[in-house]
């Protein structure tokens, strides 16, 4: 079946150790890419974005993405992770000859230690 | 300015009744879109309008029911609310072409947290 994956539900790491964040998808042509951030209570951050290219997508807060064709996936690092970072991360895809709308994996919480 | 705007940011409601959410965007985009987040955070797409247009209906209750006055704004009507529809509602816009594979990226507003009792 058609979907995104997102096989972590819950990540902690500690201020200022690396970050990254695992993302597959399994459709038959690549998608558009996306990663939203949630903090609590707030709503959708658009973080970067993938439609062709450069495989190494640059994002806000100093986030990055590497799409990998050969293994469907689109993981999202950041070399030192803030405690303002603690929150709910999405994948998204707009499937190949879709209307448009996102197709969300289930999210990643990212809880940060002192 | 905020770019995608909702209200009411909290609604509490009794089952049974009538309610709306109102979305409005000030980016001049030409589709907007209403995603269901539910207890365990997952989004799901409910419904999208392209121009005034509907252009996506998932399976969602007739009981609700968007609608789009002009392109700036789609509201969310809600008939009979039932304790299942408690949930957060986003609206969210792009700038897409009708009838295009979009790359349009969606931006989306603070969210409507929906309690029904």
């Known amino acids: 079946a058609q979907s995104v994956t997102q096989p972590d539900i819950h990540i902690t790491v500690s201020e200022g150790a690396s970050l990254e964040l695992r993302c597959n998808y399994s459709?038959?042509?690549?998608?558009?890419l996306f990663w939203y951030v949630q903090s609590p209570g707030q709503g959708l951050q658009l973080l970067l974005k993938?439609?062709?290219?450069?495989?190494l997508v640059q994002g806000i807060k100093g986030f990055e993405a590497e799409f990998k064709r050969s293994q469907s996936s689109f993981n999202l690092r950041k070399p030192s992770v803030h405690w303002s970072d603690a929150a709910e991360y999405f994948c998204?895809?707009?499937?190949?000859?879709?209307?448009?709308?996102?197709?969300f994996g289930k999210g990643t919480k990212l809880s940060v230690k002192p | 300015d905020t770019a995608v705007s909702q209200t009411p940011k909290y609604l509490v409601t009794q089952m049974g009744n009538d309610k709306s959410i109102k979305c409005e965007q000030n980016?001049?985009?030409?589709?907007m879109y209403w995603y269901k987040q539910d207890s365990k955070k997952f989004l799901k797409i409910m419904f999208s309008?392209?121009?005034?247009?509907?252009?996506i209906n998932e399976t969602v209750p007739n009981r609700f029911s968007p609608k789009s006055p002009d392109k700036a704004h789609l509201n969310l009507h809600i008939n009979s609310l039932e304790l299942g529809d408690s949930a957060v509602y986003f609206c969210?816009?792009?700038?897409?072409?009708?009838?295009?594979?979009?790359?349009?990226?969606?931006?989306f507003g603070p969210g409507t947290r929906l309690l029904v009792l």
């Open positions: 459709y038959g042509a690549t998608p558009y």
């Open positions: 980016l001049g985009h030409d589709t």
């Open positions: 969210a816009s792009s700038q897409d072409g009708r009838g295009k594979f979009t790359r349009g990226t969606q931006y």
């Open positions: 309008y392209n121009n005034k247009e509907l252009i």
């Open positions: 998204a895809v707009v499937p190949p000859g879709s209307q448009g709308n996102l197709i």
């Open positions: 993938y439609f062709s290219g450069d495989t």
